[in-house]
């Protein structure tokens, strides 16, 4: 059963044995079969707070306590969905190639979504992914937000065009104005309000 708890899923994992590892591994491979759509699963996805995760793009790898080691300056944007939160499809920011070292790996592995096989993209994407879960990081940490509203006097300057219209109070009384009369209203105690 996969874990859908984000609680749970932001507790980082612990090191495992390369027996233990191998073990959860098989275990990870064989839940990833039965899901529908998945490329990749890590241990505690599964319940297990091991530092164990499994990818199957292109062909299946198993990475016991795995960590990144190397990665470009270079990041690409990529449509990002996660097993244990199916219902959400978010854009994350990841690094267009990376170096990765593993227990079970005696060379680092590489990978680069830097080429013209889609899979290499979602291979280089998923391995960060599943580390980022051994980390205690879920996808919604590297979502990119969108763009806030520019509102003026929030997020941007107050700055009025010479033609809008804004309004103005003195004592009781108020007005409607062109902005580019107010310099000379406000000599005379004109105050702005709102434009």
């Given at each position: ?8 899923l932001e ?68 449509p990002e ?115």
């Amino acid at each position: 059963m996969i874990v859908t708890d984000k609680s749970i899923l932001e507790t980082p994992c612990e090191v495992v044995s390369l027996k233990e590892g191998e073990e959860i591994g098989v275990r990870l491979l064989h839940e990833l079969r039965n899901s529908k759509n998945g490329i990749g699963l890590a241990a505690n996805q599964i319940g297990i707070n091991k530092r164990v995760c499994i990818i199957n793009v292109k062909e299946p790898i198993v990475l016991i306590n795995p960590k990144i080691v190397e990665k470009s300056n270079e990041t690409f944007i990529f449509p990002e969905g996660c097993l244990s939160f199916p219902k959400d499809k978010i854009r994350t920011k990841r690094y267009v190639s990376i170096k990765v070292e593993a227990d079970n790996y005696e060379d680092k592995l590489s990978f680069t979504a830097n080429s013209k096989e889609i899979d290499d993209a979602f291979e280089c994407a998923c391995i960060q992914h599943e580390i980022d879960h051994l980390d205690g990081i879920t996808m919604f940490d590297r979502e990119i937000k969108k763009p806030e509203q520019i509102v003026r006097g929030k997020n941007a300057p107050i700055k009025i065009g010479r033609n809008e219209k804004v309004l103005i109070k003195k004592d009781d009384k108020t007005k409607t104005i062109k902005y580019k009369k107010f310099n000379e209203m406000s000599e005379g105690g004109w105050t702005l309000v709102e434009v």
